[in-house]
Nanobody, 115 residues
Framework: QVQFVESGGGLVQPGGSLRLSCAAS????????MGWYRQAPGKQRELVAS???????NYKDSVKGRFTISRDNAKNTVYLQMNSLKPEDTAVYYC?????????WGQGTQVTVSS
């Protein structure tokens, strides 16, 4: 059974940084492109960044240059380094495969950017 457990969120001031982690169970991690998604209040869930098995990355335009996605296949873990955070980055952040599977969604981790 596949399970994703996200961690690392919190409250941070504008301009601050956070590093999110997502630990994956099951054997699918090393065979799939992984993505970080986020959902802000009243908005649809959106893809923020993705990384292929070989390490090719892709980012939503609004986070380019500020966020960095990485993965450690040996640890079945994907990371999201977030710098220069803005209030509009406030959301619950989730990881999943890309494309995602609805049954894989975890609890997510809350990121709040506020002064």
């Amino acid at each position: 059974q596949v399970q994703f457990v996200e961690s690392g969120g919190g409250l941070v001031q504008p301009g601050g940084s956070l590093r999110l982690s997502c630990a994956a169970s099951g054997s699918m991690f090393s065979r799939n492109t992984m993505g970080w998604y986020r959902q802000a209040p009243g908005k649809q869930r959106e893809l923020v960044a993705s990384i292929t098995i070989g390490g090719i990355t892709n980012y939503k335009d609004s986070v380019k240059g500020r966020f960095t996605i990485s993965r450690d296949n040996a640890k079945n873990t994907v990371y999201l380094q977030m710098n220069s955070l803005k209030p509009e980055d406030t959301a619950v952040y989730y990881c999943n495969t890309r494309p995602y599977y609805a049954t894989y969604w975890g609890q997510g981790t809350q990121v709040t950017v506020s002064s």
